[in-house]
């Protein structure tokens, strides 16, 4: 029981520090990202492009989370609402954009290659103006539709038949 605890104990440090350490460098990834953009160099065939790029890349994120929570007992509508959750997940996207011209610019590439790059940041800052919104939305306005409340009796209830059957053969 004491070592149930400790681990549950360690696990909250953990999560303690990292969520204080991404409390101080989100604001600065996403500050770090924004000072890379200039509005300016966005044309419409840029934008357009982005745009279809960010919903087909989205298109492959639903289905791909779709298809990995499978198998696991989810009904459809739980499906279909892990679908939607991963929608805004942009953080890395924004961090490799931001990289991609910072090395164009540190080897002093040609303007090509900084425009492609100025271009990676662009579409990096689209999708998170595109798929935070988007996938916040869908997940506040289907949640009473897609999801059921389960009191919490109910739920440790639940866990307890589910912690009892793990590791007996069928």
Request: hydrophobic content about 50%.
């Amino acid at each position: 029981s004491s070592g149930i605890n400790a681990e549950y104990g360690q696990d909250q440090l953990v999560t303690e520090v990292v969520d204080c350490l991404w409390y101080i460098g989100e604001p600065l990834l996403f500050g770090l990202v924004g000072r890379d953009i200039q509005f300016d160099f966005i044309t419409t065939d840029i934008l357009w492009k982005s745009i279809i790029v960010i919903f087909v890349s989205l298109s492959f994120r639903l289905i791909t989370a779709f298809l990995a929570v499978s198998g696991i007992g989810l009904s459809l509508k739980e499906k279909i609402f892990v679908s939607f959750s991963w929608i805004p997940k942009a953080t890395v996207q924004a961090a490799i954009g931001s990289y991609a011209l910072a090395v164009a610019t540190e080897k002093q590439a040609d303007e090509t290659v900084i425009g492609y790059s100025r271009t990676i940041v662009t579409v990096a800052v689209l999708i998170i103006l595109v798929s935070a919104p988007l996938g916040s939305l869908l997940m506040y306005f289907t949640a009473p539709f897609l999801l059921q409340r389960v009191d919490q009796h109910e739920r440790m209830s639940d866990d307890l038949e589910l912690d009892s059957s793990v590791g007996k053969e069928k």
